[in-house]
């Protein structure tokens, strides 16, 4: 019978531990840990927004054409690759792309126009695998977190996805979901809380 009573009193001094663990951790998690994960979340997902659009990706392919539109089909004319990602003699994606959107033919243009090379290759890519590709110094051309801040937010080719012009139907090309002042702010934050990749 002693044994009986102290059997239950010590499952019962178990229990009431666990619970006022369970009570004291859960009354932690919320007010603590969860606002702070969320910031990171949504500086990454806004910043993602962004980076993982047509209009970023259409010049950053997975193999060597660069796409067009909103449905990033293979850019017309056989446009390639070519040497120095600046296409062939004969069709330089300069001859085509001057520094600023033509509105009578449709062509966009914004300053030093270029394919992406084949190490930013994003195309297919996850926002975790791009966002991992875009830190990784053996493909970003070398950039610490710094020079990428600055390339995020100040390219010409980064900022023509705000103003991107309209297609050769005069039909407005698609803009990311996100402004370009929400775009740049999240960037900022991202890196300033330690350029955390969500794992996805
Ligand atoms: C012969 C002219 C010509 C050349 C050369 C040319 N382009 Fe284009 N490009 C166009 C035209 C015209 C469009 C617009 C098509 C449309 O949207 O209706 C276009 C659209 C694009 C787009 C689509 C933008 C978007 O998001 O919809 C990208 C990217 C692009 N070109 C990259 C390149 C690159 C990189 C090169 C060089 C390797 C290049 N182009 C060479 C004429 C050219
Ligand atoms: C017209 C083609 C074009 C468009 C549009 C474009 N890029 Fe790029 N991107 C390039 C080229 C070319 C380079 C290489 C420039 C260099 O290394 O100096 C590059 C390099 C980069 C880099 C540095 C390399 C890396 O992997 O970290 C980043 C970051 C980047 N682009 C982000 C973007 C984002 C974000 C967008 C859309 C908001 C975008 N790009 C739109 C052509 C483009």
């Known amino acids: 019978m002693k044994k009986l009573i102290l059997y239950i009193i010590s ?15 859960k009354a932690g998690y919320f007010p603590i840990d969860e606002p702070e994960v969320s910031t990171k979340q949504n500086a990454f997902n806004t910043m993602m927004d962004v980076v993982s659009h047509q209009r970023c990706v259409n010049c950053h392919p997975s193999d060597n054409v660069p796409k067009q539109g909103d449905e990033s089909k293979p850019h017309h004319f056989g446009i390639a690759r070519g040497e120095n990602n600046l296409g062939f003699q004969a069709t330089n994606c300069n001859t085509c792309h001057q520094p600023e959107n033509n509105v009578y033919s449709g062509v966009p243009g914004a300053p030093h126009w270029s394919l992406a090379p084949a190490s930013m290759a994003w195309q297919g890519l996850t926002r975790s695998e791009i966002a991992q590709a875009m830190l990784d110094r053996t493909k970003n051309g070398n950039r610490s977190h710094e020079e990428l801040i600055h390339h995020l937010t100040e390219d010409d080719l980064v900022l023509w996805v705000f103003q991107p012009g309209t297609d050769q139907e005069g039909i407005p090309r698609e803009k ?20 955390i990749i969500p794992e996805n």
């Open 11 to 25: 499952t019962l001094t178990v229990v009431v531990v666990f619970a006022a663990n369970y009570k004291s951790k």
């Open 176 to 195: 990311p979901p996100v402004s370009e002042e929400d775009y740049k702010a999240a960037v900022k934050e991202w890196f300033a809380s330690g350029a």
